[in-house]
């Protein structure tokens, strides 16, 4: 049984920083890529960031320049640092383990910015 246990949300003020990780648990073989996304209220789920195994990144336009995906793959951990924060970001964020045949989801993480 795989599980992924995500961590470092919370209130931020506008500017601020914030870590998220991502801990997976159980057998995982062959992960093609990591990555994190977020829902806000009313809105669908959108892709933020996504690393491959071959440490290739992606962002969308929106976090460009103020978030960095990285990952440690003794640990099956990844990790969203998020910088220069904006209202716009809170969400509930999630990260999103996808390999051959699987897709795992974590169980989400709230992160607020607000003054």
């Known amino acids: 049984q795989v599980q992924l246990v995500e961590s470092g949300g919370g209130l931020v003020q506008p500017g601020g920083s914030l870590r998220l990780s991502c801990a997976a648990s159980?057998?995982?073989?062959?992960?093609?890529?990591m990555g994190w996304y977020r829902q806000a209220p009313g809105r669908q789920r959108e892709l933020v960031a996504v690393?491959?195994?071959?440490?290739?990144?992606n962002y969308a336009h929106s976090v460009n320049g103020r978030f960095t995906i990285s990952k440690d793959n003794a640990k099956n951990t990844v990790y969203l640092q998020m910088n220069s924060l904006k209202h716009k970001d809170t969400a509930v964020y999630y990260c999103?383990?996808?390999?051959?045949?699987?897709?795992?989801w974590g169980q989400g993480n709230q992160v607020t910015v607000s003054s």
């Open positions: 690393i491959s195994s071959g440490d290739s990144t």
């Open positions: 999103n383990i996808n390999g051959p045949g699987y897709t795992y």
């Open positions: 159980g057998s995982i073989f062959s992960i093609y890529a």
